[in-house]
């Protein structure tokens, strides 16, 4: 394997078959996309820690990234690629496509994605809001509002306060 090379779901399962030790598979998706499905022995290293995490990938193994669909393990590549990393291969089509392919998936947990319940809990606040608003008091439209703030400062700065705060939920602990 070379620099920037992607290689199919069924070629990378032949690959595990054949070279299995050979090979580090790195899911550069978020911890809770991880959990809720993955190609098994793949090790989590989100796409945005990769060069923070550099001790924990050998240079002597050929390396496979993979996100959702293929953006992210691309600029996780080209990270690595920066920091002499020669043995890097493309999951092509990423999760999604080793899923479609009926190929092995192991799962933590099962239950709804952090950004699911995220927008879920939004939802209803906003909505919960905007009703008592409407047929008790005008001042619960300012939860509507918090809320849609909070979505706002997310979109703009990655940071999501109500996502920290489910992911310590009990329902989602492992």
């Given at each position: 394997?070379?620099?920037?090379?992607?290689?199919?779901?069924?070629?990378?399962?032949?690959?595990?078959?054949?070279?299995?030790?050979?090979?580090m598979l790195i899911d550069v998706r978020s911890l809770d996309e991880h959990?809720?499905?993955?190609?098994?022995?793949?090790?989590?290293?989100?796409?945005?820690?990769?060069?923070?995490?550099?001790?924990?990938?050998?240079?002597d193994k050929n390396i496979v990234l993979f996100c959702q669909a293929g953006k992210r393990s691309e600029k996780a590549c080209q990270a690595l690629k920066e920091k002499g990393f020669t043995q890097l291969t493309q999951l092509e089509g990423g999760f999604s496509a080793w899923a479609s392919n009926q190929l092995p998936i192991k799962q933590s947990r099962k239950a709804i994605s952090i950004?699911?319940?995220?927008?879920?809990?939004?939802?209803?606040?906003?909505?919960?809001?905007a009703s008592l608003g409407h047929f008790v008091n005008y001042s619960f439209w300012a939860l509507s509002a918090f809320v849609g703030v909070g979505l706002f400062f997310a979109g703009v700065s990655g940071f999501c306060g109500m996502a920290i705060l489910l992911e310590k939920m009990p329902w989602n602990k492992v």
């Open positions: 394997m070379t620099i920037l090379q992607s290689i199919s779901a069924n070629d990378l399962q032949e690959l595990i078959n054949k070279q299995g030790k050979d090979i959990k809720s499905g993955s190609i098994p022995d793949a090790k989590c290293i989100p796409h945005d820690t990769i060069v923070d995490n550099l001790d924990k990938i050998p240079k950004q699911r319940q995220v927008m879920i809990a939004a939802g209803l606040l906003i909505t919960t809001g």
